[in-house]
């Protein structure tokens, strides 16, 4: 994931120059002339699962090299943050739109042997057979896909499960910062759901919630 220490000194304008960059550097690779594939064998959470849902394929292994299982993600809403870089309009075009939605909004992971139906082009059970399944996938797509995002043109599809999605979840701000700008993308398209994202996480961590939650990580971080 993104470094969080490393945001959190940041000012908002430089803050915003941050989100902005790594958007620029993730559309890089999104647009590669070439099929990409992200091989995964351990913890990948907010900008980390971010990144590999801009590549045309994800191969993951149930368990990490010490043998377990684990966890998969966007747990920003859990620290009272948002995503920043498109993980609203990603995930629920690659799963189920309401657990999409549900788990951004609360924070929710999932762990590497219980993935929804979706995350993964390729699961295997042991990190030993990534490289091979990640050939097979190169081998099946001779191009580049369209790169896979919610928009307007899946709103009809799309809209009723953020509406199931928001009676599901408690009001949160980041829950609330979620479901803005899934709202955005569904209407405006990719552009506007990331700025919205951008903003409103720049927002948040000013927030009274998110300066306790962040000052509580970090104080796990700094003992772990």
Known sequence: ?????????????????????????????????????????????????????????????????????????????????????????????????????????????????????????????TPAELFEAAEAFLAAHNSPAAFRCIGPQDADRVAPALASAIEQVEHTEAAGAVFAAAEAGLGEGWAAAVAMEQCELVRLRSTETARQRLAAFFARNRTS
């Open 1 to 125: 994931g993104a470094d969080l220490t490393e945001i959190d000194s940041l000012d908002d304008q430089a803050l915003h120059a941050y989100l902005a960059y790594g958007t620029t550097v993730f559309a890089r690779l999104a647009n590669l002339p070439c099929p990409s594939v992200a091989l995964i064998n351990g913890a990948i959470l907010g900008g980390g699962l971010e990144l590999a849902m801009h590549c045309d394929g994800l191969v993951l292994s149930e368990h990490g090299s010490n043998g377990k299982p684990y966890q998969v993600g966007l747990p920003e809403a859990g620290l009272g943050l948002c995503p920043g870089w498109g993980g609203t309009q990603t995930l629920p075009a690659r799963i189920d739109p309401t657990t999409a939605f549900a788990a951004a909004a609360t924070g929710t992971t999932f762990k590497s042997d219980a993935l929804p139906e979706g995350l993964a082009d390729t699961l295997v059970k």
